[in-house]
């Protein structure tokens, strides 16, 4: 039986773009949009409910990660579905549960609601049930479909492969209990995050004054994420890294910017329900402008457990050939705009002072 679907060499569209087209799914394409929440979704055949693909970043960047937002009705399920990409999924509202089984196998079963994450292994089927007959479900999740379908463009070989990944999923019942383990790295190693609130962050003020932090890793995933939280009056480092971070503001409001190596900075305001990604390389920067501390979930496209990458630059200042600013680097205009800001909101810095180095 021929695919469903075949992806045309490229004439303006990427196997994965052409893929999400034959699907009949809006795609955005920005650096932010406002809220996940009130994002437009339509009617999707292949998961039987709503969604919209997100695909954030600049225009330039090589689409290697995207998010797509789903929508279930009061008391409906998702058809089963199997993918050959990870996806890890945040729950933006309402509870439910979901079925993972291999093929032939006994499936396992686990209840979810808003702030759960949790990420079905890799090319295990998967359900999704909506346990509310009142209220719709949404979720977001992130995946690495575009790099997996720009790589392999084939879609019997992504949706229909019958490969099994032991190491990664092999039916044990206490997969889905959100039992885990505390790992060196601030890492929190479970399967299932029943509720984000519950997540013990820990010190991680080498990015920002205050800052508190928890990563975590998922089905033994490349992709992974992380929860920060930052105080009233500060604001953070800036750094750089690849592209697939999508971060999503659980609680806050405030302004980021990014920039390209020797341009000028771009400002992005954003509050609770907005997502963004940093470009590959661009800097970026955030803001708090809010009266309350502001809390935000990056899903990514890599962790460090399987990293795909030199993840430890981002956090080693540029002075030393890393990525990140110390504030003793920055632009002075940098903190001078952020006080400004925050003298209209009635706030005040409360970052340390800062003297900067040399020929600023
Ligand atoms: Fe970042």
Request: proline share 7%; with cysteine; aromatic share 14%.
């Amino acid at each position: 039986m021929p695919a469903p679907f075949e992806a045309k060499p490229y004439t303006g569209k990427t196997a994965f773009e052409q893929w999400v087209e034959y699907e009949g799914v809006p795609m955005i394409r920005d650096f932010i949009v406002p809220d996940l929440n009130s994002i437009e979704i339509k009617p999707w055949d292949r998961l039987g409910a709503s969604g919209s693909w997100v695909v954030l970043g600049a225009p330039e960047d090589q689409l290697s990660m995207g998010a797509y937002v789903c929508e279930i009705q009061p008391g409906k399920s998702t058809k089963p579905q199997k993918h050959l990409y990870e996806e890890v999924v945040y729950v933006l509202r309402g509870n439910g549960a979901t079925t993972v089984w291999n093929e032939g196998e006994k499936p396992l079963s686990f209840e979810w609601k808003r702030g759960s994450i949790f990420s079905p292994p890799i090319n295990t089927w998967h359900q999704h049930f909506n346990g509310s007959g009142a209220e719709p479900v949404r979720y977001v999740a992130l995946t690495n479909a575009p790099a997996v379908f720009n790589m392999f463009h084939s879609y019997d070989f992504i949706m229909n492969n019958p490969f099994r990944f032991k190491e990664r999923f092999d039916g044990d019942s206490e997969y889905f209990s959100g039992k885990g383990t505390s790992r060196p790295g601030l890492v929190w190693e479970s399967n299932f995050i029943p509720d984000i609130v519950n997540l013990n962050l820990h010190e991680f003020s080498v990015k920002g004054p205050g800052l508190r932090q928890v990563e975590m890793e998922l089905s033994g995933n490349t992709l992974s994420a992380h929860l920060n939280d930052s105080p009233v009056g500060v604001y953070k480092k800036a750094h750089r890294h690849g592209p697939g971070a999508y971060i999503i503001i659980l609680a806050g409001r405030g302004y980021t910017l990014m920039w390209r190596e020797g341009e000028k900075w771009q400002r992005f305001d954003w509050g609770t329900g907005s997502m963004m990604s940093p470009p590959n390389r661009w800097f970026h920067q955030h803001f708090n402008l809010g009266k309350e501390s502001i809390r935000q979930l990056a899903l990514k496209g890599w962790g460090q457990k399987y990293p795909i990458g030199g993840w430890e630059q981002m956090f080693k200042s540029t002075e030393a050939g890393g990525d990140m600013i110390e504030f003793e680097d920055e632009d002075p205009a940098i903190r001078e705009m952020y006080v400004e800001e925050l003298n209209k909101e009635g706030l005040e810095l409360k970052n340390p002072p800062v003297t900067y180095r040399k020929g600023m």
